[in-house]
T-cell receptor, first 115, second 114 residues
Framework: AQSVSQHNHHVILSEAASLELGCNYSYGGTVNLFWYVQYPGQHLQLLLKYFSGDPLVKGIKGFEAEFIKSKFSFNLRKPSVQWSDTAEYFCAVRGSGGSNYKLTFGKGTLLTVNP | EADIYQTPRYLVIGTGKKITLECSQTMGHDKMYWYQQDPGMELHLIHYSYGVNSTEKGDLSSESTVSRIRTEHFPLTLESARPSHTSQYLC?????????????FGPGTRLTVL
């Protein structure tokens, strides 16, 4: 069975600080990887996704993530955070191929950015 | 991006009531999902459907039931609500092949059972 671990439950940063949120997954085959974001009072939105190819994926709002297969990791990064990045961030994994469309989510990381 | 609608957004009801949470999408996606999310916890898949008249239970056991009579509609029903059903329920849909399939989420229904 696949699983996802997000190491940081709550991260607090000041504006302009750099961000890295950890995500490790457990799965024995090829994977598709996702980061979703949930801003306060809003629905879950797709931030970025990795299917294949270049392991460095760029998403919306200046976010990027790097897939490191040897480390089973898909960490999310942003060089300079803004107050508006305050949100909860969820990493998700799916075994690719076959007829499996189900996602497995991590517990989420709450990011608070202080102005 | 998919347009997914959930109603009601908030619901407070008493124990024993029957409720139906509505979910509709306008993108013609063939696959739809229901997740349960508690504060500080991951989303748990409770039901999914890969097409009309096809429904499956997810990874988290749930006393709810679902139906998929129309492509765009995927309602979730609790025959007799209990306080343990208090949670947020998220609906999602997707329409790609496995190598590119991406789920898009609705705004959620926050259910409180007294």
């Amino acid at each position: 069975a696949q699983s996802v671990s997000q190491h940081n439950h709550h991260v607090i940063l000041s504006e302009a600080a750099s961000l890295e949120l950890g995500c490790n997954y457990s799965y024995g085959g090829t994977v598709n990887l996702f980061w979703y974001v949930q801003y306060p009072g809003q629905h879950l939105q797709l931030l970025l996704k990795y299917f294949s190819g270049d392991p460095l994926v760029k998403g919306i709002k200046g976010f990027e993530a790097e897939f490191i297969k040897s480390k089973f990791s898909f960490n999310l990064r942003k060089p300079s955070v803004q107050w508006s990045d305050t949100a909860e961030y969820f990493c998700a994994v799916r075994g690719s191929g076959g007829s499996n469309y189900k996602l497995t989510f991590g517990k989420g990381t709450l990011l608070t950015v202080n102005p | 991006e998919a347009d997914i609608y959930q109603t009601p957004r908030y619901l407070v009801i008493g124990t024993g009531k029957k409720i139906t949470l509505e979910c509709s999408q306008t993108m013609g996606h063939d696959k739809m999902y229901w997740y349960q999310q508690d504060p500080g916890m991951e989303l748990h898949l409770i039901h999914y459907s890969y097409g009309v008249n096809s429904t499956e239970k997810g990874d988290l056991s749930s006393e709810s039931t679902v139906s998929r009579i129309r492509t765009e509609h995927f309602p979730l029903t609790l025959e007799s609500a209990r306080p343990s059903h208090t949670s947020q329920y998220l609906c999602a849909s997707s329409g790609g092949i496995t190598s590119t399939d991406t789920q898009y989420f609705g705004p959620g229904t926050r259910l409180t059972v007294l």
